[in-house]
C-alpha cells in the first residue's frame, strides 16, 4: 500500500444533453475534498461542461444511445480528469483545436472549447481516432483554501 493512496471516481452516462449539468456537479463534488478555491472548481465545472458538451454535440452528434465516460483521480493536490466518447472521432484535431473553430456552425457554437479547456486546465492531451471516439486527459494543480490561509 502506498503512502499516499490516489482517491478516483468512474462515472458513465447517456450521451444526453441534460446529463451535462449532472457530470459537472458530480465532479464538482469529488474535486471538493481539494477544497478548491471557487476559481477553481468553477473552472473545473466549466471545462468538465465543454468536454462533455463537445462529446455528445460533436462525438455523437445528439444520438443519444451513447456513452460518455467521465474519469477523476486525485493524488495529493494533483486532479487528474479525462472525458471519453466512443463517437465519431475527429478528423483534423489540429483544426479542432483552432480558436474559433467549429464544425457546427449552424449551431451557433463557439469554437472556444478547447481554448477554454487549455486556459482553465495546467495541461490537455486530446487523443481521437475517426470511426473510433475521443479522449481528453487534462491536469490541475489544485491550491487548497486552506494552504491560503496558513
Partial sequence: MSA?????????FASRSENEGFARVAVASFVSQLDPTLEELTDIKTVVSEA??????????DVEDGEVTIYARIEA?????SVMDEGMGIADLDTARQPLYTSKPELERSGMGFT?????????????QVGKGTKI??????????????
Fill in 52 to 61: 462533455v458538451t463537445n462529446a455528445i454535440i460533436h462525438g455523437y452528434e
Fill in 116 to 128: 477554454i479547456m487549455e486556459n482553465f486546465m495546467d495541461e490537455v492531451e486530446v487523443v481521437s
Fill in 137 to 150: 486527459s487534462m491536469k490541475k494543480r489544485i491550491e487548497s483554501k486552506k494552504a491560503l490561509y496558513n
Fill in 77 to 81: 493536490d494533483m486532479l487528474f480528469l
Fill in 4 to 12: 499516499n493512496p490516489s482517491n478516483y471516481m468512474t462515472l458513465t
